[in-house]
């Protein structure tokens, strides 16, 4: 085999290879609509969030729609849980899971109540993906809204492809000089 050859079937099998893995990261929002204990849950920081376990989902969109796994309606389940800085399950709805792992903007207004958190949205068909929770209870009414929404991926960039593809052009563009 000569050297033209041969670089061009490692262009071609360079070209083949996928330069990073492309994850099946989660892509969407999910919204759910609850209720939580007021009366005994503690909304400080460490304290204990009292839910009330059934929650309904009031929207789902990109990943957690596709092919109807979540629709609304989906009776969703929700965990008590503390407003502590490690891991937790926070809600599970058709295989996906919410684990919150940092919690910030604590807020209460009587009633009224709000804050958010970080965390890990998990589904076994989905690469683990960074979410956020955002917690509201509304004017007396002690209903807990969960909304649900992950990072967008950075795309890879085109460049390896592109590399890869001058290095095959330069192969070949030296072989015809030597050729010539």
């Known amino acids: ?15 083949g290879t996928p330069l990073a893995a492309s994850a099946a990261t989660i892509k969407g929002q999910l919204d759910i609509s609850g209720k939580a204990n007021i009366d005994s849950s503690d909304f400080t920081p460490g304290g204990t969030v009292d839910l009330r376990h059934n929650g309904i989902v ?5 990943d957690f729609a596709d092919e ?8 969703a389940h929700m965990m008590d849980f503390q407003l502590k800085d490690f891991q937790q399950v926070v809600y599970t709805v058709m295989g ?9 903007d604590i807020t209460v207004d009587g009633d009224d109540v709000s804050f958010n958190a970080t965390g890990i949205i998990s589904h076994a068909d989905y690469d683990d993906t960074v979410g956020y929770l955002n ?26 492809v592109l590399i890869l593809t001058a290095l095959g052009g330069l192969a070949i563009a030296r072989k015809r000089k030597k050729a010539a």
Not at 1 to 15: I, P
Not at 58 to 62: F, V
Not at 68 to 75: A, H, N, P
Not at 142 to 154: C, E, K, R
Request: hydrophobic share 45%.
């Open 68 to 75: 109807g796994i979540v629709e609304y309606s989906t009776l």
């Open 58 to 62: 009031i929207l789902a969109d990109g």
């Open 135 to 160: 917690f509201t209870t509304q004017s007396n009414v002690a209903t807990a809204s969960f909304s649900a929404t992950t990072t967008t991926p950075v795309p890879l960039p085109a460049g390896g």
């Open 96 to 104: 996906f899971t919410f684990t919150a792992n940092q919690f910030s």
């Open 1 to 15: 085999m000569n050297k033209f050859t041969t670089a061009v079937l490692a262009t071609a099998v360079a070209l």
